[in-house]
C-alpha cells in the first residue's frame, strides 16, 4: 500500500508562483510514473502533469503548458510540481498519483491510479 502526502499549497495572486511536494512512501517509488491531478469544485478531477518512472519524460495538460514544470527525486522518494503564471482557473485541489503499473512512460489516465493522497488547496485569487 502506498501512502501519499502533497504540500506546499495555500493562497497566492494571479501571477504567482508555487511549488507543490509529494512524499511518497510504501512502495518502490523509482518503478512508477507520477502524475499530478487537481479537482475545481463541482468539476471532474483532470490529469495536470506527469513523469516517468526515470523522470526522463515528462508530459502536460495543455492548460498548464508551458506554465509548470514537473520532476522528481527517486533517492528522497518526492515528486514536485512548480506552478507558475498562476491563473483563477488554476484553484483546485492538487493530487500526486502513482501509476498501478510499474515502468510507464507517462501517467495521464486516472484509471490507472489506484491510491490517492488527501491533497493540497491552491487557491488563486484576483
Known amino acids: 500500500q502506498v501512502q501519499l502526502e502533497e504540500s506546499g499549497g495555500g493562497l497566492v495572486q494571479v501571477g504567482g508562483s508555487m511549488r507543490l511536494s509529494c512524499a511518497s512512501s510504501?512502495?518502490?517509488?523509482?518503478?512508477?510514473?507520477m502524475g499530478w491531478f487537481r479537482q475545481a469544485p463541482g468539476k471532474e478531477r483532470e490529469f495536470v502533469a506527469s513523469?516517468?518512472?526515470?523522470?526522463?519524460?515528462?508530459y502536460y495538460s495543455d492548460l498548464v503548458k508551458g506554465r509548470f514544470t514537473i520532476s522528481r527525486n527517486n533517492a528522497a522518494n518526492m515528486v514536485y510540481l512548480q506552478m507558475s503564471s498562476l491563473k483563477p482557473e488554476d484553484t483546485a485541489v492538487y493530487y500526486c498519483?502513482?501509476?498501478?503499473?510499474?515502468?510507464?512512460?507517462?501517467?495521464?489516465?486516472?484509471?490507472?491510479?489506484?491510491?490517492w493522497g488527501q491533497g493540497t488547496q491552491v487557491t488563486v485569487s484576483s
Open positions: 510504501g512502495r518502490s517509488f523509482s518503478s512508477y510514473a
Open positions: 513523469i516517468s518512472w526515470s523522470g526522463g519524460s515528462t
Open positions: 498519483a502513482p501509476d498501478r503499473l510499474k515502468y510507464r512512460t507517462s501517467l495521464m489516465d486516472l484509471n490507472r491510479v489506484d491510491s
